[in-house]
Every structure is written in structure tokens, then in C-alpha cells.
């Protein structure tokens, strides 16, 4: 309770959306990246595709899941800030890697398009409050 009051707080832009849509567009796209990361991996895991193509696959699952515990739990938006910043970069490179690496595996940059968007939607708003609250 103690981190939705903090949250509840802070001062948002007017486009921000209700808090309830974060959860609901989450588990969509968590289905989304379960699917299409865990085929990448497979694929990287059977040595159908090298190695190297699953390295921005993994470090954007590493930085999409510290945002929260940096957020909410360290409640410092800058860090958010920064870490959504390298979410967005490393899903770019992950899109960019796997459309060269692996033609037959192109739907899955199709299938992100919604996570991208989302997630570059999210940057922009992280970054207005951490700056409307600096």
C-alpha cells in the first residue's frame, strides 16, 4: 500500500493512462514475449540460430523485469528512467538481430510491435515524471 501511495503521488502528465490498464496491457504482452523470446531461445538452444542472437533477447528480459523492483521498490525514477531507456534499446537490437539472423523467425519482430509501441509509450511517460517530479 505504501508504494501505490507514493506512486499515487507523483505528479503525471494528463495523458497518463489508469493505473488498472498497466496490468491488463502487461499480461497481454507477457504472453507475447513468452512466446516469441521462448521460440528465439529454443531456436538458439537447439543451434538452430548462434548464440549471439539471444543475448538482447535476454538482456531486455533482465531490464524489463528490474523495472519494477527500481521503480517501485527503490521508488528512484531516474533509475526507472535509465532502465527503460535500455529496455527499449535492447528490444530494437533484439528485433534488428533476429530479422537478419533468421528470416523464418521475422514474425516475431511482427508479433513485438505492440510491446514496442507499449514500451515506447511507456518511455516517454516514465521520462515526463521523472522530470515533472525531479
Same mark, same amino acid.
Given at each position: 500500500?505504501?508504494?501505490?501511495?507514493?506512486?499515487?503521488?507523483?505528479?503525471?502528465?494528463?495523458?497518463? +493512462?489508469?493505473?488498472? $490498464?498497466?496490468?491488463?496491457?502487461?499480461?497481454? $504482452?507477457? /504472453?507475447?514475449?513468452?512466446?516469441?523470446?521462448?521460440?528465439?531461445?529454443?531456436?538458439?538452444?537447439?543451434?538452430?540460430? +548462434?548464440?549471439?542472437?539471444?543475448?538482447?533477447?535476454?538482456?531486455?528480459? *533482465?531490464?524489463?523485469?528490474?523495472?519494477? +523492483?527500481?521503480? *517501485?521498490?527503490?521508488?528512484?525514477?531516474?533509475?526507472?528512467?535509465?532502465?527503460?531507456? $535500455?529496455?527499449?534499446?535492447?528490444?530494437?537490437?533484439?528485433?534488428? /538481430?533476429?530479422?537478419?539472423?533468421?528470416?523464418? $523467425?521475422?514474425?516475431?519482430?511482427?508479433?513485438?510491435? +505492440?510491446?514496442?509501441?507499449?514500451?515506447?509509450?511507456?518511455?516517454?511517460?516514465?521520462?515526463?515524471?521523472? *522530470?515533472?517530479?525531479?
Amino acid at each position: 500500500m505504501e508504494t501505490y501511495s507514493w506512486y499515487s503521488q507523483l505528479i503525471k502528465p494528463t495523458w497518463a +493512462p489508469p493505473s488498472w $490498464l498497466f496490468g491488463l496491457v502487461w499480461t497481454v $504482452l507477457y /504472453a507475447i514475449i513468452a512466446v516469441t523470446f521462448g521460440t528465439v531461445f529454443y531456436k538458439v538452444f537447439t543451434k538452430q540460430n +548462434p548464440w549471439i542472437v539471444a543475448v538482447p533477447f535476454a538482456l531486455n528480459l *533482465f531490464f524489463n523485469f528490474a523495472f519494477t +523492483p527500481i521503480q *517501485f521498490g527503490l521508488k528512484n525514477n531516474l533509475l526507472a528512467s535509465i532502465d527503460i531507456l $535500455l529496455v527499449i534499446g535492447t528490444l530494437v537490437w533484439a528485433l534488428i /538481430a533476429i530479422w537478419h539472423a533468421s528470416p523464418e $523467425l521475422r514474425w516475431v519482430v511482427y508479433a513485438n510491435i +505492440p510491446y514496442l509501441l507499449w514500451g515506447i509509450f511507456a518511455t516517454f511517460l516514465q521520462l515526463t515524471i521523472t *522530470f515533472l517530479n525531479r
